[in-house]
């Protein structure tokens, strides 16, 4: 496997979706910044924030966040020709998404989520630069360290490989995992199970699934969640 540093997204596409039966979701949060209608930039480009579609008023803002993220030029488009937010090759550069309070709701399964069976999670992302060195590509987080915190969620790639967190607890795609390659675009997905405590990734790098179990428990944060929150990455965007 090769030695992947910093990775910089652009992010297409963000979902969220809280689960309310066998065959029920209701769409919590979603972002698509591939339709420019739904960035607010200033006269440079720099991205204020990001409408949420799904109707719950969960906009992404730069207000309390860091660094600068700027919407994607016509020379960093997806393949496909779709701009993003780009992490604009900095540390931790950052939107904040859903506050502590915002949170309760879907990830909260000891209280305002206990009547939910699950959640899953969508991100569309395009891995622009390929730097060498310690790799933690936050793409979205509720807190900045998974390993201490019973009240994380966190989706990232560690090493290139996909790697989810959820109240401490880890699943990756293991070793031998393909790695992201710069230039490529990737979608990352989860679903958690309230029921049987099954946290499953999926990722299109691998085309293949892995999962963990973690018995249902209050996982929302104290912290609000960061979008692009480059802990050593590199560009991002969100379509």
């Known amino acids: 496997m090769r030695n992947i540093g910093i990775l910089f997204f652009s992010v297409l596409s963000v979902s969220l979706l809280a689960a309310t039966g066998a065959y029920g979701a209701s769409l919590y949060v979603h972002y698509d910044a591939s339709d420019s209608a739904n960035v607010v930039v200033d006269g440079s480009d720099i991205v204020l924030s990001l409408t949420d579609l799904s ?6 803002t730069s207000a309390g966040g860091a660094g600068t993220l700027f919407y994607s030029d016509p020379g960093n488009l997806s393949p496909t020709g779709l701009k993003g937010v780009d992490t604009n090759n900095g540390f931790h550069n950052k939107l904040l998404v859903l506050s502590a309070a915002e ?8 209280g305002a989520a206990a009547s ?6 969508l991100v569309v992302f395009k891995a622009d630069t390929i730097l060498g060195g310690t790799v933690r590509d936050t793409v979205l987080a509720s807190h900045g360290n998974g390993l201490t915190s019973p009240g994380s969620f966190i989706m990232k790639y560690e090493g290139g490989v996909p790697q989810v967190i959820l109240g401490g607890t880890f699943v990756n ?7 992201v390659a ?4 990737v ?7 309230k029921a049987t405590g099954n946290m499953e990734v999926w990722d ?15 996982f929302s944060s104290t912290q609000s969640c960061s979008l692009l929150a480059v802990a050593i990455l590199a560009k991002v965007w969100m379509a």
């Open 55 to 60: 109707g719950s008023g969960f906009d992404a």
């Open 103 to 110: 949170q309760e709701a879907l990830l909260n399964f000891s």
């Open 116 to 121: 939910n069976t699950g959640f899953a999670a």
């Open 173 to 179: 795609a293991g070793a031998g995992a393909a790695v």
């Open 182 to 185: 710069a230039g490529e675009t």
């Open 187 to 193: 979608v990352l997905a989860v679903n958690y199970n």
């Open 204 to 218: 299109s790098e691998n085309n293949t699934s892995a999962s963990v179990t973690k018995t249902a428990a209050d």
